[in-house]
């Protein structure tokens, strides 16, 4: 079966995620952290694609960000393939692929799943066991969204602004909602949609989503179509005396 094209809707919100090849550390020190949120940033801007949360782990990278484009996502990531893989593989002597194929990414319905998907991305510093506390954990935008530091990476999403009038507002809101420990339900049905890259979201979402591409959203129903002839002797065989 042919391989569907990517998920890239152009002024919509989309989960990124990209891991190590074999389940190899991207990151092994604080230089390479630093070296890589250069390259984003950069990336991003070159893009025209609007960052709004991220994480680092050692092995793998999660974002969400809007790209301006259909063509933004993939630059930004092809753009930082180009200046950050080559720096690792200097830096730590190594050769050859860093990442683990294709980056993986989906469209997320901002209004239901921004904040839940920015606060369980967040929260893997903690779930994989790096930190005892979010706030412990340089390299995600927990600080940003919580008014411990402004990160230039960040453009804040509307989402976000939803939360309070005033950056005190804000900042302690989200701070609350962060108190809360990610249902595995939801980390499963992001993490699931990302990988499949299928849409995530209301009905109506994906109706409108619908008429801004022509990829399929949603996996086709299972199983092969009933023949007419045998549903008709189906029903034939039913109906008889």
């Not at 092995?59 to 996502?73: K, M, V, Y």
């Not at 901002?110 to 979010?134: D, H």
């Not at 939803?162 to 990610?182: D, H, I, M």
């Not at 990988?195 to 409108?208: N, P, V």
């Given at each position: 079966?042919a391989?569907?094209p990517?998920?890239?809707v152009?002024d919509q919100?989309?989960?990124?995620?990209a891991?190590?090849?074999?389940q190899?550390?991207?990151?092994r020190e604080?230089?390479?952290y630093?070296a890589?949120?250069?390259c984003l940033k950069?990336?991003?801007n070159?893009?025209?694609?609007?960052l709004?949360?991220y994480v680092l782990?050692?092995a793998r990278?999660?974002?969400l960000?809007?790209?301006?484009?259909?063509?933004g996502l993939?630059?930004?990531?092809?753009a930082?393939?180009?200046?950050?893989?080559?720096?690792?593989n200097?830096?730590?002597?190594r050769?050859?692929?860093?990442?683990?194929?294709?980056?993986?990414?989906?469209?997320?319905?901002?209004?239901?799943y921004?904040?839940p998907?920015?606060?369980m991305?967040?929260?893997q510093?903690?779930?994989?066991g790096l930190?005892a506390?979010?706030d412990?954990y340089?390299?995600?935008?927990?600080a940003?969204?919580i008014?411990?530091?402004k990160?230039?990476?960040?453009?804040?999403?509307?989402?976000?602004?939803?939360l309070g009038?005033?950056p005190?507002q804000r900042?302690?809101?989200?701070?609350t909602l962060?108190?809360?420990?990610?249902?595995?339900?939801?980390?499963?049905?992001?993490e699931?949609?990302t990988q499949k890259a299928?849409?995530?979201g209301?009905?109506?979402?994906?109706?409108q989503?619908?008429?801004?591409?022509p990829r399929?959203?949603?996996?086709?129903?299972?199983g092969r179509?009933v023949?007419?002839?045998?549903?008709?002797?189906?029903?034939k065989?039913k109906?008889?005396?």
């Amino acid at each position: 079966m042919a391989r569907l094209p990517r998920l890239v809707v152009p002024d919509q919100l989309h989960h990124i995620v990209a891991k190590g090849h074999n389940q190899q550390p991207v990151f092994r020190e604080e230089a390479d952290y630093l070296a890589f949120l250069r390259c984003l940033k950069e990336a991003a801007n070159q893009s025209e694609v609007a960052l709004h949360a991220y994480v680092l782990l050692p092995a793998r990278i999660q974002l969400l960000a809007t790209p301006s484009t259909e063509q933004g996502l993939g630059k930004m990531m092809q753009a930082l393939g180009r200046h950050y893989v080559p720096y690792y593989n200097a830096r730590h002597g190594r050769t050859g692929s860093l990442w683990d194929g294709r980056y993986r990414a989906t469209v997320l319905e901002a209004s239901q799943y921004f904040l839940p998907c920015c606060i369980m991305m967040e929260y893997q510093s903690i779930a994989t066991g790096l930190v005892a506390e979010l706030d412990n954990y340089p390299w995600s935008s927990h600080a940003h969204h919580i008014g411990l530091e402004k990160n230039p990476l960040i453009t804040d999403h509307p989402e976000y602004w939803a939360l309070g009038n005033t950056p005190f507002q804000r900042e302690a809101a989200y701070k609350t909602l962060s108190e809360f420990v990610p249902q595995a339900s939801l980390v499963e049905e992001i993490e699931t949609a990302t990988q499949k890259a299928w849409a995530l979201g209301t009905e109506d979402f994906k109706r409108q989503l619908a008429k801004l591409t022509p990829r399929r959203l949603s996996p086709a129903p299972r199983g092969r179509p009933v023949k007419s002839n045998k549903l008709l002797k189906d029903i034939k065989i039913k109906t008889e005396p």
